[in-house]
């Protein structure tokens, strides 16, 4: 049986201790550390594939990739499932498709990281460091400005759950004034932990020195928040998405930037990852970071070893000669 994990960029899930999930088995591991955006290369790559092991949402499996690939019996993908894969293609193929649990960890550390980032300045600080200048974030002193400090500030977090409420804490850790906005159990969630509650987006948004976005992605909320909400930003105010990019309308943080409002962002999300970060970088307003929210040992762990445990009892069953035979 041949599995085959796509996009692995850092050619790191060959070296996990999670691999060992496949001792015994019958099964031959390939990655992929090249990202192939052209479905007919990609199935012709995949033609001898049993087994696709995808790292969450960087490859679209769609229908005619399923249906082009006639050895294909298992997908699964790190973490949990989302709209990358086509379930009916999958279904009328009978091929298994399974998941994982998610981590929110991981995505709440990096916000903070990004929080910090931006508020501080460390990126500009450390290039222009890199290249022996002191204690200076731009090339010309007309373009240049301090951090700032988070203590006593207002932070918004939109969508209080597993990965909201962690940041919320942090924030209240900090001295943050903590608000939240989001559905009725964002409200409740905001209620049990003593947070402020704005039901009114627009009056939630224009209170705010840091803004961070934790909603789940579904067709409700896809272009959920237009340059008309963002603008109402304050001008000194801070973005930070680390959950979806389509949350935001297409354009509407650029525009809404160039509108003066709010004044800065950090994004580790992108719409068409990753040629679709090619608009925010090297913007002077934004910190930019390689979708990188699940990216680290612990997670990758947790990922492939649930994933490899799925591909292990699948191998298995064929040996048993209980499973699917495609």
Excluded at 179 to 186: E, M
Excluded at 292 to 319: D, I, M, N, P, W
């Amino acid at each position: 049986m041949r599995a085959t994990v796509l996009d692995d960029y850092q050619d790191v899930v060959p070296r996990l201790k999670a691999t060992k999930e496949l001792a015994g088995v019958s099964v031959t591991l390939h990655t992929l550390t090249e990202r192939i955006a052209d479905e007919d290369a990609l199935i012709e790559v995949l033609r001898d594939t049993d087994c696709l092991v995808l790292i969450r949402e960087r490859t679209q499996i769609t229908a005619r990739i399923v249906e082009a690939l006639p050895r294909l019996k298992l997908v699964v993908q790190t973490g949990r499932l989302s709209g990358c894969i086509d379930l009916d293609a999958c279904r009328k193929r009978g091929i298994e498709v399974q998941d994982g649990t998610g981590n929110p960890i991981a995505p709440t550390e990096l916000t903070w990281a990004l929080i910090l980032g931006a508020s501080r300045r460390l990126v500009p600080y450390a290039e222009r460091l890199s290249l022996g200048i002191w204690q200076r974030t731009r090339s010309h002193l007309t373009d240049e400005g301090l951090g700032r400090t988070l203590h006593g500030r207002t932070l918004g977090v939109w969508s209080l759950g597993k990965i909201g409420s962690r940041v919320a804490a942090i924030g209240h850790a900090f001295g943050m004034r903590v608000v939240v906005h989001g559905r009725d159990q964002s409200r409740e969630a905001a209620v049990n932990a003593g947070y402020e509650f704005i039901a009114e987006r627009r009056q939630f948004l224009a209170q705010l020195d840091v803004l961070t976005l934790h909603l789940r992605f579904s067709a409700e909320t896809r272009h959920l928040i237009g340059v008309e909400d963002l603008v109402t930003m304050r001008p000194d105010a801070l973005l930070v998405n680390t959950s979806r990019a389509e949350l935001l309308a297409p354009g509407a943080l650029l525009a809404a930037l160039a509108r003066g409002r709010p004044g800065m962002a950090a994004l580790d999300v992108f719409e068409e990852e990753p040629d679709g970060a090619a608009p925010y970088l090297n913007h002077p307003a934004i910190l930019c970071t390689p979708h990188l929210g699940f990216v680290e040992q612990e997670t990758y762990e947790a990922y492939f070893g649930e994933a490899f445990a799925h591909v292990r009892r699948f191998a298995e069953s064929l040996q048993s000669g209980s499973g699917a035979t495609g």
